[in-house]
């Protein structure tokens, strides 16, 4: 792995066209949390970034969005384009970028602003050039793109590979023995278990230990019969309702999964498509209405009024105004604009109220700010002291 993936470079780096330049602190913000330096770390990683340096981003901080170069750098570190959007034929990615590479802003020039033909100008609205640096994308070879090997080729293989997938690692159902180990723990059933020991040791003295004298017309003797019934009823119970349990929370996954799934709007290739949630990708454009719930964390690319309800995410219920990430970019480098209330930060999770966009998808799954907090809930916090105490009076009463 490139070591400059993992850091920044140490020297400043000229930024044209402002008097901000990308000094020794601007590292610090992509520096590691403890306990996550594998996020940075990924082996025969294509990219300028890794999920690390994008996760810096969830706390909407702008001193991290700076280093990873704005909008632009973002294009470049994540090999897509911010009009046209990822490749539908995208699959295997060849070569790779350096963090250095996708950061470093490439100088301006006149021919950027000419567009190269017509077709181009009204589709994606960007310059040949700035369309040629962004769209460093694998292209799958005409001959397998045929209608009977189209479903056999793999899109978006590395892109899944080190950005993952929309979708949260499910939690760790229970076996059945552990289900029918919770349902053997009923008080009533412990009874019945002390009850089935004793008689059948008590039955099976009396069969075999015990020495007599058979007489005539005495039947076999098989006072350990009781016994072996009451056993083969708690075995029943058990069985039947750690099987009954099993089933319900396998339905219950399956639902969920239903539930949470939905239809959403992103432009691959330069055309809206619709997609289910769990196919969003990093480096996806996806297309922002209001009343949408955002399900995955980007950056704002362009917009109208776009303003956010974010109370579920940050607990706030004052209305977040959104500001496209390309007049933040232009604002951090005017020596006296006022950054405070720039954001072009979406959050998952919250909804838009007004508005309509496009933004960039920097997290999906597991990273994004939404996937955190649903992991997070289902560590089991224990019992809290208050409700030790309670127990303890309960006992007593």
Not at 130 to 138: E, Y
Request: with cysteine; net charge negative; charged share 25%.
């Amino acid at each position: 792995m490139d070591p400059s993936s993992r850091n920044p470079e140490k020297q400043s780096r000229p930024v044209s066209g402002g008097a901000l330049s990308s000094t020794a602190h601007d590292r610090e913000p992509l520096d590691p949390n403890p306990g996550e330096d594998h996020l940075f770390n990924v082996e025969n990683n294509p990219f300028g970034f890794t999920p690390g340096h994008l996760s810096k981003l969830i706390p909407k901080s702008l001193a991290a969005f700076r280093a990873l170069g704005g909008l632009r750098g973002l294009e470049r570190g994540l090999r897509t384009d911010g009009r046209s959007g990822l490749s539908v034929d995208e699959g295997h990615l060849d070569g790779a970028i350096s963090f250095a590479q996708a950061t470093t802003p490439e100088p301006e020039s006149p021919v950027q602003h000419e567009p190269s033909s017509p077709d181009v100008s009204s589709s994606v609205g960007r310059s040949a050039t700035d369309a040629s640096k962004s769209t460093r994308l694998a292209t799958i070879p005409s001959h397998l793109l045929g209608a009977g090997n189209l479903k056999a080729v793999d899109h978006y293989v590395d892109r899944k590979r080190v950005f993952g997938e929309h979708r949260l690692p499910e939690r760790k159902s229970k076996t059945f023995l552990q289900l029918a180990w919770i349902a053997l723990q009923d008080r009533v059933l412990i009874l019945l278990s002390i009850a089935a020991v004793v008689s059948l040791a008590l039955g099976l003295y009396q069969t075999f230990g015990a020495t007599h004298h058979d007489t005539e017309g005495e039947g076999a003797r098989i006072e350990w019969i009781e016994g072996v019934a009451i056993v083969a009823a708690i075995l029943i119970v058990v069985i039947v309702g750690a099987l009954n349990d099993w089933q319900k929370e396998r339905q219950f996954q399956k639902l969920n999964r239903k539930k949470d799934d939905r239809l959403v709007k992103v432009i691959r290739s330069g055309k809206p498509t619709s997609i289910s949630i769990y196919d969003v990708l990093v480096g996806d454009v996806m297309m922002l209405e209001q009343g949408d719930v955002i399900p995955v964390d980007g950056v704002l690319v362009e917009g109208h009024a776009v303003s956010c309800d974010e109370a579920s995410a940050t607990g706030e219920s004052d209305l977040v105004k959104k500001t496209p990430a390309d007049a933040v970019w232009r604002a951090l480098h005017e020596k006296d604009a006022n950054t405070a209330k720039l954001d072009p930060f979406l959050l998952s999770g919250t909804k838009v109220l007004d508005g309509v966009g496009t933004f960039l998808v920097t997290a999906v799954g597991p990273h994004s700010s939404h996937g955190r907090t649903m992991l997070s809930l289902r560590d089991d916090p224990g019992m809290t002291p208050l409700q030790a105490k309670l127990n303890i009076l309960a006992g007593k009463c």
